[in-house]
């Protein structure tokens, strides 16, 4: 456990507080070793609560769930969960008067990673991160390249120490940087050649080849899976960064995109 | 019913081949006048069928359904429901097989504008233009400034001749600045006053003061909704052109966004 005490800067904690900052932590495969790892990160930088969603909510992007109620259920003193998305996740904490106004959002650690430009929009754990800069909160987003499904084995994540050495180094050195207008996204492969962090923008446009499968039933009605091949990496990109020559990259999501002019 | 055969430009459908382009429809809202307005529009442009949720998915973003499968319903020649998101209807209608490459993909008209940065990602109507426009495929969003959630009530959704007359003038205008790489997003007040079309890219940065309204059920136990109350609107920007006005806007995102250096 580490227990760095590193200051998050006045500009986003607000100048003569002297306290602790608060930290959200979500993510989008709900309770896992990826998160709890995370969780136990953001403690060293301050008060640190996870809310996540109950279930697997894997590329739900920045869904919002205005259309049926939301339930909660307090899972221990440091986590809740509800039927909800990693967007709702972070609307639900900032505005349900159950928790102190967050100073930073950390989301993550996801399970696979979320190189290409098809994450920034569709992933569930860069939602999060939308939803909290568009509420003027600053946010993190990690992802660590992971192969199958079997993530809710705790077993199969990894050295813990060393992911977790990463995540307090990454979130250290990104502090400074962060405002209340941007997010940013971090890759991870599972081990890292290098120790410097590639801060990137240059993404894979598309890094799966969509498919969609026809099934028949057992009563002969036809059902369809939505699936993706992954596509060939291509040279200088994000995903080449990640996966094929194992750095660890940073890239970084900015509101005033959209600020125009 | 309009009889205009506009050309979609060459470099869109490709070179020498002589046919009418393909155009899907679809939208968050499911089966409803406005995009029945905007099939009807579609057919003037070409061959034009609609794929759209079975269900109200508003809000939903660019959310995709991996983790369960989708069904179909052919509900009449021109129109097939799935039970997914307005970005699962385009990746169906590209991968599924039973339809031809679209040139254009139309979202939309949603009942409600679409304006601030907020809807960029968190709208299931832009969700399925962000898709499109990732699989290669341009797109155009439509939103009209509507309050109230009778959306379902034919009778309250205004002049369809004139709000069909508008949307085919615009698809028109903005045909020869579409791209593999962008997407428009089209605003419209109830009654335009103004006959010019505002582009802008400066954009309210949030809309909704986000709400969380804790309730008793029946039992005893809490439940939660999640809502926005409209913010006071910013002089100059997109909901500014919209609401106050009565301008049509347009905003276009472009990939190149996300493509760095």
């Known amino acids: 456990m580490m227990k760095q005490q590193v200051e998050i800067p006045e500009r986003l904690t607000g100048k003569l507080r002297i306290r602790k900052p608060n930290i959200l932590v979500t993510n989008d495969d709900g309770d896992c070793e990826g998160l709890r790892m995370l969780l136990e990160v953001a403690k060293g930088f301050g008060n640190a609560h996870a809310v996540i969603p109950n279930k697997q909510r894997s590329a739900v992007s920045g869904a919002l769930t205005l259309h049926k109620p939301i339930r909660m ?48 929009l569709g992933s569930g754990t860069l939602g999060a991160c939308w939803q909290a800069v568009l509420e003027g909160v600053p946010a993190i987003a990690f992802s660590l390249r992971k192969k199958g499904h079997e993530y809710h084995d705790k077993a199969v994540w990894g050295d813990r120490e060393a992911i977790m050495g990463r995540t307090t180094e990454i979130i250290r050195a990104l502090l400074p940087k962060l405002d209340k207008d941007n997010f940013f996204s971090v890759n991870m492969p599972e081990e890292p050649k290098n120790a410097t962090i590639v801060n990137t923008n240059r993404l894979q446009r598309e890094r799966f080849t969509t498919q969609v499968t026809k099934r028949l039933d057992p009563n002969g009605a036809p059902y369809y899976w939505i699936s993706g091949l992954e596509k060939e990496i291509e040279p200088g990109t994000d995903a080449d960064h990640v996966i094929r020559r194992k750095d660890i990259t940073v890239t970084e999501v900015s509101l005033k995109l959209f600020a125009g002019d």
Not at 101 to 110: E, R
Request: contains cysteine.
């Open 73 to 120: 259920r307090k899972m221990s003193e440091d986590m809740t969960a509800i039927n909800g998305t990693p967007s709702d996740c972070v609307l639900f904490y900032l505005h349900s008067g159950h928790y102190e106004k967050p100073d930073l959002v950390l989301s993550g650690i996801n399970w696979g990673d979320n190189t290409g430009i098809g994450s920034i």
